[in-house]
C-alpha cells in the first residue's frame, strides 16, 4: 500500500488508538486509467468497535478536504452492496451511484460505482 500513497497527489489517513494500534484509514489517489482531476477514495475501513460512532463520516470528510487541497475535481469510489452502511455514508455525503465503473482499478468484486464533485 505504500507505493500507492508515496507520491505527492495522494494522502492516506490512520485512525491511530491510544495503545499504537491501527483502527481505521482511509486514502485518495489520482484514480488509475480515469481523466485528469479525479481521485479515487481508496480503502477505508474502520474495526468495527468503532463503527456507528461518526469517525468515518469525518475522516471521509477529510480526505474529501484533502482532495480538494489537491486540485481534484471529482471524487470516484468503488463498493459492494455487503458494505450497506458504507455505501449509505457515501450517498449522505453526496456521492451519487453510477451506471458504469471509471478508470481502471482492478477492483472486479465491487460492483457499486459512485462518484462526487468536490
Known amino acids: 500500500m505504500f507505493q500507492v500513497y508515496d507520491r505527492p497527489d495522494s494522502r492516506y489517513l490512520a485512525v491511530i488508538g491510544p495503545d499504537g494500534r ?4 482511509g486514502g ?4 488509475a486509467g480515469g481523466e485528469a482531476g479525479v481521485c479515487e477514495l481508496q ?7 468503532l463503527r456507528g460512532r461518526g ?16 486540485g481534484f475535481r471529482q471524487c470516484y469510489l468503488e463498493t459492494t452492496a455487503a458494505l ?28 457499486i460505482a459512485m462518484a462526487r464533485g468536490l
Do not use: S
Open 22 to 25: 491501527l483502527l481505521g484509514g
Open 28 to 31: 485518495i489517489a489520482p484514480l
Open 43 to 49: 480503502k477505508m475501513y474502520f474495526d468495527a468497535a
Open 55 to 70: 469517525l468515518g463520516r469525518r475522516l471521509l470528510r477529510r480526505l474529501l478536504d484533502e482532495a480538494r487541497a489537491l
Open 84 to 111: 450497506a452502511e458504507a455505501a449509505a455514508l457515501y450517498q449522505a455525503e453526496g456521492f451519487v451511484r453510477l451506471d458504469g465503473h471509471w478508470g481502471d482499478t482492478g477492483h472486479g468484486a465491487c460492483e
